[in-house]
Structure formats: structure tokens, C-alpha cells
């Protein structure tokens, strides 16, 4: 295990929230797009530690700028999560929520992310937006039930998921000001 936790390559997302014109919260997704890695996935703004990166705080505030456009002084840190390894892939990744003040219009890296995505929290509450499907991924030998969030046509899942879903209840009982 020691050897597994050292070939582990550190990385960061930003959860980025904030109100909407209606004061429903709102959280902040980005579709990857289908050429690079985890295409077409619905994921946090984020990405691998750069050695520039002092910290994986750092890293996911760096990638959010990146990413969607966000500028810094428009991200105020609320809390580094429960850090989410990724064995498949081999990261280990270290979550931050964040306010943000969002830009008028998201600005985001072309080659990286396909949409960004504004969804309200009270929409992944609801009961129909949590689902699960058995699933045959290439890196697994048997199919895996997958536990999933519906964001419109998509599916969150993954890391994202084992992320945002110990996180809801939390936000929905008002634990941060947001």
C-alpha cells in the first residue's frame, strides 16, 4: 500500500458556488471535452499539480482560472474537503470549496472543457436526480454499479461523485454562507 500511495500524483478541484439571480445556490460543472482525458465527463474545474503550484490550494485555484475563466480574486476558499483517490487513474485528488463571484460570461479553455455548467443545488436534491447503473469500464474486469447525479442530458459520477455527494446534505443545511 505505501508503494501504491507514492506512484499516487497529487491534484486539485475547485467546487465553486455561488447565488444565482433567483438566490438559489448554485454549483459550477464543466463538461470535459472528447478528446482529452476523462472525455465527456461532468467534473469540478481542476487538473493535475504543476511543480509552480506551491500547494494543491494552489492547484485548484490555478485551474479554475484555466479552465472556465474565473479570476482570482473572485474565488474566497470555504474549506479543503476529505481528500478522493482515484486508483484507476492514480491521482489523488484534493477538493476546495469555494464562493465565487462568477464572470458575466465564462470564459473557458477550448481544448479542455466542451460547456460550463451552472446547476442549482436544489436540482441535485431531488430524489430523481440520484441514480445508479451497472457499468463495464475499460479499466475493469467485471461491470461495477455506478452511483451517479443526472445534470440535464449528463451523468455525474466518478470522483466528482464520491466528491459532491457527501457534500449536498451539508450544503442544503446551510453550513457555509454562501
Known amino acids: 500500500m505505501a508503494d501504491a500511495r507514492q506512484r499516487m500524483r497529487d491534484a486539485a478541484v475547485l467546487v465553486p458556488l455561488f447565488r444565482g439571480a433567483d438566490g438559489g445556490l448554485r454549483l459550477v460543472l464543466v463538461r470535459r ?3 482529452g482525458p476523462h472525455a465527456g465527463q461532468i467534473a469540478f474545474p481542476g487538473g493535475s499539480r504543476d511543480r509552480s503550484d506551491r500547494t494543491t490550494r494552489d492547484t485548484a485555484v490555478r485551474e479554475a482560472c484555466e479552465e472556465i475563466g474565473l479570476a ?3 474565488i474566497e476558499i470555504l474549506e479543503r474537503l476529505p481528500v478522493v483517490e ?3 487513474s ?3 485528488v484534493t477538493p476546495y470549496l469555494a464562493r ?3 464572470p458575466r460570461h465564462w470564459s473557458r479553455d477550448e481544448r479542455e472543457i466542451a460547456e460550463v455548467l ?3 443545488v436544489g436540482d441535485l436534491l431531488h430524489p430523481d436526480a440520484h441514480g445508479e447503473s451497472l457499468e463495464r469500464l475499460p479499466a475493469l474486469r467485471e461491470p461495477q454499479r455506478i452511483a451517479y447525479y443526472r445534470v440535464g442530458s449528463y451523468r455525474l459520477w466518478g470522483a466528482s461523485y464520491r466528491i459532491l455527494h ?3 446534505p451539508r450544503l442544503a443545511a446551510g453550513e457555509w454562507n454562501v
Open 33 to 35: 471535452t472528447e478528446g
Open 72 to 74: 482570482p480574486e473572485a
Open 86 to 88: 482515484v486508483r484507476v
Open 90 to 92: 492514480g491521482f489523488r
Open 100 to 102: 465565487i463571484t462568477p
Open 118 to 120: 451552472e446547476v442549482r
Open 166 to 168: 457527501p457534500l449536498l
